[in-house]
């Protein structure tokens, strides 16, 4: 069964750099203030009402957990061990900087419940993290995965595409490489330049371009597919939207609110193209958790060309990735994954 995930947002506690990108209070929507035993305990009990039988998942998100002295991680990790122990809650995640992490630390976190720690990677280009301040390198995000998976952990590595100095061809490599250093899942937050930043700054002197919506979408949608080739799950594609995250926060970059779907439906919608001509009107048959993603938001998979599709329907039988094509003359099944091949050039 699906846990389900406990957040509490550390939002910038505990970490000394200044991304170029970063607004920590805008993206996490949180003040900054760590939450204390009492607030920690109380709303565990409050989603253990609302979770039903499935199991609770702690998530420390934002900041930079490991950089927190030891006696402040203690006190965000001591008031959950009795709720470990009597099976309140299954498990914790955190998430930090790779370079704040070592086998050591991995190991005095795994034994205060810590199942997950995901990585703030951003990219695998050393000209690209110092471009952006990250104050770390691509071999640090290396050697903390490798701590991560080698401690018995699960590795999490959020990238970000268009971060100063970024091109298709290095965001490819970067997902490339985190995959190789055997990351177990991926988030992609595409670079968006939030009001307060030094990426603000940049941008309104016109020294950075971000990636457009559009573009973003369609870089998006080539890593979501090279990611699925290698069987690991992307978990999320943009960042949330929350009170603290709109058209006032947000100057420029690729962002919507549901942006996840509409890569997913990107990849959909470019197999369609290219396997079913103009005027056909086949019948698509999907899986029925993905039909939203087939038709598109808006119907745009529908109408994106001339009469190729009459209609979209569900099929259980097919997996998530499949689309059956049906016309008078054929029915062929058809893959996102082994049937769409990308080039980097297309983005
Ligand atoms: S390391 Fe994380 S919290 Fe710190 S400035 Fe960079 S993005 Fe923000």
């Not at 970490?15 to 939450?35: E, K, N, Y």
């Amino acid at each position: 069964m699906k846990p389900v995930t406990v957040p509490f947002f550390i939002s910038h506690q505990g970490c000394p750099h200044t991304c170029v990108f970063c607004d920590q209070r805008t993206i996490s929507g949180a003040d900054g203030i760590l939450p204390t035993a009492e607030q920690i305990r109380d709303r565990i009990s409050l989603w253990r009402t609302t979770a039903a039988e499935r199991p609770l998942e702690v998530a420390f998100f934002g900041g930079t957990f490991t950089a927190l002295s030891e006696d402040t991680q203690s006190a965000l990790l001591d008031p959950l061990q009795p709720f470990l122990r009597n099976g309140t809650i299954a498990a914790v995640r955190i998430s930090t900087r790779p370079d704040y992490l070592d086998a050591g630390r991995v190991r005095w976190l795994s034994q205060r419940g810590v199942r997950t720690i995901e990585v703030g990677v951003q990219s695998m280009d050393n000209a690209v993290l110092a471009a952006s301040g990250r104050g770390h390198t691509a071999e640090d995000s290396v050697h903390a995965i490798q701590c991560i998976t080698s401690g018995g952990l699960k590795a999490g590595a959020q990238l970000m595409p268009g971060l100063p100095g970024d091109s298709p061809e290095s965001s490819l490599s970067s997902l490339e490489q985190v995959i190789s250093a055997g990351a177990d899942f991926l988030r992609i937050y595409p670079t968006v330049v939030l009001r307060g930043t030094a990426l603000a700054r940049s941008y309104a002197v016109g020294e950075f371009t971000p990636l457009s919506t559009e573009r973003g979408i369609s870089l998006c949608a080539l890593l979501l597919q090279r990611a699925m080739r290698s069987g690991i799950p992307v978990i999320r594609i943009g960042l949330q939207a929350d009170a603290g995250l709109d058209a006032d926060s947000i100057l420029a970059g690729c962002w919507h609110p549901a942006l996840g779907q509409l890569v997913r439906s990107r990849l959909y919608a470019d197999l369609i193209r290219r396997v079913v001509p103009d005027g056909t009107g086949a019948t698509l048959y999907c899986h029925p958790a993905r039909l939203s993603d087939v038709i598109g938001m808006k119907r745009d998979s529908m109408k994106s060309h001339a009469g190729a599709v009459a209609r979209v329907l569900p099929d259980a039988a097919l997996a998530p990735e499949e689309v059956k094509v049906e016309t008078q003359a054929m029915t062929v099944t058809y893959s996102i994954i082994t049937d769409l091949n990308y080039s980097i050039h297309e983005v």
